[in-house]
């Protein structure tokens, strides 16, 4: 155990058995959560209108990797859940991800504000003081959009079916997307931004790029042109500046800072809200990234990196069927790579039963039920949770907000009795910090200097500009001066003397076909 993990244990109340005088439904409430390890507080046990501070409930650190959902009608408290989660995290080495949809949680750099209100939240849960602290954070933006580090991905990096989300294709559409990314990899074409992709779809619909069209196999005119136009309404939208190089290192997300906390990485999303499909395929492209370069570590005792998924409705929404089997997947088999998953949404039901199944910790705030949908919607998340000492459905009525109705995995890996509790108070600043601390911290991350400046190397739409230009009486040989010097791609190209052979022979002689797996992403060579 590090000497972080073990301040926090010694710091921690221990379990219900000291704090004798518990009613006895409280105290086997109270038992389950009682842990050896390192574990996370997150408040105390409330029972019959009570909050019970000898009756911490906890989540141990090794049940992070079984990933957890974070529930809750508007207003409830889930964002200073999240808070609360991530800078405990923080404070005991274990990197964070979380993204900020709403523009708050920038504040979880910046000590909290003492007041009336924390200070007696602090003593209604017990346990140790509340402190006011920041806590070591990044801030990324997608593509630059907003305060933030800029997040870019390559198209090919990308792949077909988060794409085909993004751009709302259909199965067949996104199939046949899938053939033209195959098509690119294995010519040499490289897909870095949306004009590289644009440009081999528009190749493959000419005159001289059908014959290649006909070789793909099961991909027809018609579909090649209405993703062509997908693609080009999409960019027209101002898409284009999420896409290209450098390119996210998702490995960042792993740091830590100098005095062994771990490092809070915040995607600021407000630019972007009204960008929902975008925002969140693109947070499932990170997870996707991280899931094809971490190792295989098996069960761990504390995650390398716990990943909040916000406003996780909006990943699902529409969703094809293969892109829900890759979601399922990744969540399914990331854990063994020592990463943990919450989705963050207002109501189980937002989640896939098969996603929904993966994830074994649960924090359920209030819920309404305010109309027939509600009240439908509220008995079915009751039938998501253990057998329980609780009526769940009076209970999820009438919490209060920075309650929430907990289940957590113990140590053993078997669920915890269900335990209604009153939340601590976050220690950091729960509101966002101003703009200009904000920008300030930006421009003095490490990674501003990287990924600020977006860069436009040669790529499919450079290669295939440049042949459609020289092609016209271009001559079958290269001339005789130019040696023994090896020829340029351009120059391969343009010496084929026939354009309709011009993808044939760049991936004679350049191309090499890109390992993709889950959601078509490619495998980093890094």
């Not at 924090?363 to 079915?380: G, I, S, Y």
């Not at 009526?391 to 907000?401: A, P």
């Amino acid at each position: 155990m590090s000497d972080s993990e073990s301040a926090a244990a010694a710091a921690a109340p221990g379990p219900a058995e000291s704090a004798p005088g518990l009613p006895p439904e409280a105290a086997a409430i109270a038992g389950g959560y009682a842990s050896t390890g390192p574990a996370l507080d997150l408040g105390a046990l409330l029972w019959d209108g009570r909050c019970l501070p000898g009756a911490p409930v906890r989540v141990p650190l090794a049940a992070l990797t079984r990933h957890g959902l974070v529930a809750g009608a508007t207003g409830t408290g889930k964002t200073k859940t999240l808070q609360l989660i991530a800078e405990q995290l923080s404070a005991v080495g274990v990197p964070v991800f979380l993204a900020d949809v709403k523009g708050d949680l920038s504040g979880i750099s910046a000590p909290g504000e003492p007041g009336d209100a924390v200070r007696a939240r602090s003593a209604e849960v017990g346990g140790r003081p509340w402190t006011a602290t920041g806590f070591p954070a990044a801030f990324y933006a997608l593509g630059g959009a907003g305060s933030g580090v800029p997040v870019r991905a390559t198209v090919t990096s990308f792949g077909p079916v988060l794409l085909s989300k993004v751009l709302q294709l259909n199965r067949t559409q996104e199939q046949s997307l899938a053939l033209i990314f195959h098509y690119a990899d294995t010519k040499g074409l490289e897909l870095l931004d949306l004009k590289d992709l644009r440009a081999v779809v528009a190749f493959l619909t000419s005159d001289e790029g059908r014959p290649e069209l006909k070789e793909i196999g099961g991909l027809s005119t018609a579909t090649a042109g209405v993703i062509l136009r997908s693609l080009t309404a999409f960019e027209a939208q101002g898409a284009a500046a999420f896409f290209g190089e450098p390119e996210f290192d998702s490995g960042e997300l792993l740091a830590t800072a100098p005095d062994g906390r771990g490092l809070v990485s915040v995607l600021e999303l407000p630019a972007v809200q009204d960008r929902p499909a975008l925002f969140s395929t693109f947070l499932m492209w990170l997870l996707a990234d991280l899931f094809h370069d971490l190792p295989e570590v098996g069960d761990v005792q504390r995650p390398k990196l716990v990943f909040f998924f916000d406003e996780a409705h909006l990943l699902f929404d529409g969703a094809s069927a293969a892109f829900l089997d890759a979601i399922t997947r990744t969540v399914r088999l990331i854990r063994s790579k020592g990463v943990g998953v919450f989705f963050v949404t207002q109501s189980p039901k937002d989640v896939p039963p098969d996603v929904l199944g993966q994830l074994g910790n649960r924090v359920q705030h209030a819920l309404r039920a305010f109309t027939p949908d509600d009240r439908k919607a509220l008995r079915e998340t009751v039938r998501t949770f253990p057998d329980s000492a609780y009526d769940l459905e009076e209970l999820l009525t009438s919490l209060g907000t920075g309650e929430a109705v907990v289940t957590v995995l113990d140590e053993r890996g078997a669920p915890t009795p269900v335990a209604a509790t009153r939340l601590r108070a976050p220690e950091s600043l729960m509101g966002p910090v101003g703009a200009a601390a904000l920008d300030q911290a930006v421009e003095a991350s490490p990674g501003y200097a990287r990924y600020a400046r977006a860069v436009d190397r040669e790529s499919a739409y450079e290669k295939l500009t440049a042949a459609r230009e020289a092609a016209p009486g271009t001559p079958a040989t290269a001339p005789a001066d130019k040696g023994k010097r090896e020829p340029s791609v351009v120059e391969q190209v343009v010496g084929s003397g026939m354009f309709a052979s011009l993808a044939r022979s760049i991936g004679t002689q350049v191309g090499r076909e890109i390992t993709r797996s889950l959601f078509g992403t490619a495998r980093r060579r890094r």
